[in-house]
């Protein structure tokens, strides 16, 4: 593991070098993690001209890689002040830093503390380097996705009518951690109903009835990483024919976006693909931003598979494909899968998530 | 409701008008609904120089402050540069942004949307507004406070040993849903044996045993007011002598530390009357570098209760007291109340969180 972290780490230097930064500040916390493993809340990660140091409030607990030196603060303070301080100590003259991530206040203090370096922007450059992801990476994802398969389909055998949208989703929380979850990829959404449909729906005390849209969405985390997967089912014997038609038309626009990713698809046409079956349906308007975007240690990081995303994608990319529809008032239908972007060679999309897609009435 | 929240602006506005700034951007999610109310994710408050507007993603849902003007953005795009743009269209001059939120990138983004503006700093305007709290939002405290202990007070109840740290605060969490939190207000913390008496600990697969330490932290969130309680236990029928001994000394440096809150008190002594307690029994070294902080929108708010915090508490100020220690391989014990300070005169500091702080033997 520590290989790993040091080689991504060589990585991420021979690019801020080749910008003229001899040194560099991490410090969002899921691209520390990616470049110095499990590191304490806070922590960052000076990649020094002389030597690699995490700095961090309290002492790094065995997980994190053990070939960085770790630098525990000794009181309060910034450890993003504390690391310009060591980098400006090993006299390196520039230090490239997240812009996107230090406040304002911050990077003032990175530059008062350490007059003598000329600061600079490290930019995005760590989240590109985790867009593609390598086979241990993928078998994080997929374990959690398989733990997120298990949890839903338990409370799919459960009696649903009478139980409020928040201990569904409790109890959603609950069976993940039982398969072996560390804990919710993210917050888990279940929504009933009228608010069947919406992304991010927060759980409300609104119960389930005869009749309704159920849709849930959640995730695992394992071992850091993050997938996700969304359903909708229908509650009761028959589904009225607007919830048929609703739930085929949005699948429909699922799989066309499923169906189009592939190394080299560009991400604005995987979004269309499945945006364009929902509009020329009439549910152009109102729908999200985007179809789809990449996992991994963050439940949404690059890409975005949005209209006016620009890029293309990689083999080894993970994203979610997760089009809905909702109707105000009536509710709606979201289907929403973690694949694996593979070459066609290699058998296509790989699915994480494999609970069925079929309209369940439950 | 409404009434409150334009009452805040106004005092807000006052403060950043008599510091040479016509307009202010209000983007921290916590200040943002000290200000508007529950907002949508993501929005950013701006108070310009015609009329106030809450920027946002999507549309709010009726819980937010009716007077604002909603302006929700038609596409992807920061809520916080567009709030730039509204400001400089209506002719504000200057426009004082949180500048201990903001990124580099965004405050970049700002400039170069809106070039006429002068952009200040607000600072920490809005957090040291929200230091005293009215009576309508310690009451929402002390519900949450309620909650958190009639949790804990079920799973006191229930058989503890062979339970994992991680079911333990699954448990929690549901239990304080069940009694009517809207989540809860942090990760709740149970640590058993050698990890007991760590702050923030993150509930492992570790098991309860006989003889264990098992202390837990947790909170109710009640219409978005956080509090928090902490307690130690002993899993058996006899305590050890070193852990009855190390109890009666964090018990005794929780109450000095709780017994010097007063209105006029400087932080730092409240830190120094608890903090001394332990320092003086030799467990100077190590401890954490706070003994307690505010409560309220946030988990962790101002004030510090820190040795190098500067400031008084005033009336109203609720705040947590919670030393701890913790002895490496062997466990330790933390107690943490949330109490409102309250002038002598109105009987001393309220404790809202009533849970029994005897050493219980379970």
New interface residues.
């Given amino acids: 593991m520590s290989e790993m972290y040091a080689i991504r780490r060589t990585r991420l230097r021979e690019q801020f070098n080749a910008a003229g930064n001899t040194a560099a500040l991490v410090s969002r916390p899921a691209n520390v993690s990616y470049l110095a493993g499990p590191a304490p809340?806070g922590s960052v990660l000076l990649l020094g001209r002389t030597e690699d140091v995490l700095v961090c409030?309290d002492p790094p607990e065995g997980r994190c890689d053990e070939t960085l030196r770790p630098h525990v603060l000794p009181?309060?303070g910034d450890p993003a002040v504390a690391a310009a301080d060591l980098a400006q100590g090993q006299y390196a003259d520039s230090l490239a830093?997240e812009?996107?991530?230090?406040?304002?206040?911050?990077?003032?203090e990175i530059r008062s503390v350490a007059p003598r370096l000329r600061i600079a922007?490290l930019g995005g450059a760590v989240e590109q380097q985790r867009i593609v992801k390598d086979e241990e990476e993928i078998s994080c994802l997929r374990i959690g996705a398989e733990i997120a398969d298990q949890a839903l389909g338990e409370l799919l055998e459960s009696i649903l009518v009478g139980r409020t949208e928040?201990?569904l989703a409790?109890e959603l929380?609950?069976r993940l951690?039982d398969h072996g979850a560390d804990g919710p990829a993210f917050a888990t959404s279940v929504a009933t109903g009228p608010h069947a449909g919406r992304r991010?729906h927060r759980p409300t005390d609104r119960r389930v009835e005869e009749g309704d849209f159920l849709s849930v969405c959640l995730g695992a985390a394992y071992r850091g990483y993050r997938c996700e997967i969304g359903r909708t089912f229908v509650i009761g014997t028959s589904p009225a024919d607007w919830q048929i038609e609703l739930y085929d038309l949005v699948f429909a626009a699922q799989r066309a976006g499923r169906e189009s990713l592939a190394p080299g698809a560009a991400y604005r046409d995987v979004d269309r693909a499945a945006r364009q079956v929902l509009d020329s349906a009439g549910y152009g308007t109102g729908l999200p931003?985007?179809t789809g975007h990449g996992v991994g240690l963050e439940i949404d990081e690059d890409p975005q598979l949005?209209p006016?995303a620009m890029g293309k994608l990689d083999a080894c990319v993970p994203v979610t494909v997760e089009p809905g529809v909702h109707l105000p008032g009536r509710g709606g239908v979201r289907i929403d899968d973690t694949l694996v972007v593979r070459p066609e060679a290699d058998g296509g999309p790989e699915l994480l998530t494999i609970t069925t897609k079929e309209l369940l009435a439950l």
Same sequence: chains 1, 2.
């Avoid at 996107?100 to 003032?108: G, I, K, N, P, S």
């Fill in positions: 809340h409030a009181g309060p830093v812009e996107h991530h230090l406040t304002v206040a911050r990077h003032r922007d928040r201990h409790l929380e609950r951690v991010a931003p985007l949005a006016s």
